[in-house]
């Protein structure tokens, strides 16, 4: 069964800050992959997603996202995070032949203003 | 523009009631999932459907029931509430089994005293 890694539990930045969330998949054969965020006492919703063609994709509110096949990795990148980026950030993996995508356990962003 | 409707909002049960969480989406959807969400643990995935009339089981399917008899509905049924089963739980629905990008509802907050 494929499994994701989300490597930083807590992540605590100022605003400005520039922000890096890990996300490692297990799984080796073809992929697609998500990043949510979950704004506090909101549901999830999607920020940016990778099916293929160029690695480095781009979602809302300047976030953007690498997929790296040799390192089974698809990190989360903002360049200088806002304090209304605090929330929690999941990422997911949907390997070919499934159709139930795997959640990594998430990363809550605090940002201080 | 509904999408994903999920009702109540709050819950609060005794051990041993039993209750429907209610979810619809408006978009046609032939996939649909529930979700329970607790801290440190991520997103646990209970039963899922990939169109009316089927159904299956997730990660944590014990404890609950599910139908899907319409295309638009996807009702969860605690058939005995135990304290283990306070949570946040989350209706997601997507196009088609294997598209992998989930619209989520805003969340049922049960609790079980």
């Known amino acids: 069964a494929q499994s994701v890694s989300q490597h930083n539990h807590h992540v605590i930045l100022s605003e400005a800050a520039s922000l890096e969330l890990g996300c490692n998949y297990s799984?080796?054969?073809?992929?697609?992959l998500f990043w949510y965020v979950q704004y506090p006492g909101q549901h999830l919703q999607l920020l940016l997603k990778y099916f293929s063609g160029d690695p480095l994709v781009k979602g809302i509110k300047g976030f953007e996202a690498e997929f790296i096949k040799s390192k089974f990795s698809f990190n989360l990148r903002k360049p200088s995070v806002q304090w209304s980026d605090t929330a929690e950030y999941f990422c997911a993996v949907l390997s070919g032949g499934s159709y139930i995508p795997t959640f990594g356990r998430g990363t809550s962003l605090i940002v201080h203003p | 523009n509904a999408g994903v409707t999920q009702t109540p909002k709050f819950q609060v049960l005794k051990t041993g009631q039993s209750m429907t969480l209610q979810c619809a989406q408006d978009?046609?959807?032939?996939?649909m999932s529930w979700y329970r969400q607790d801290p440190g643990m991520g997103l646990r995935l209970i039963h899922y459907?990939?169109?009316?009339?089927?159904?299956d089981q997730g990660e944590v399917p014990n404890g609950y029931n599910v139908s899907r008899s319409t295309t638009e509905d996807f009702p969860l049924r605690l058939l005995s509430a135990a304290p283990s089963q306070t949570s946040v739980y989350f209706c997601?629905?997507?196009?088609?089994?294997?598209?992998?990008?989930?619209?989520f509802g805003e969340g049922s907050r049960l609790t079980v005293l």
């Open positions: 799984y080796g054969g073809t992929v697609n």
């Open positions: 459907s990939v169109g009316a009339g089927i159904t």
């Open positions: 978009m046609n959807h032939e996939y």
């Open positions: 997601a629905s997507s196009l088609g089994a294997g598209t992998g990008e989930l619209f």
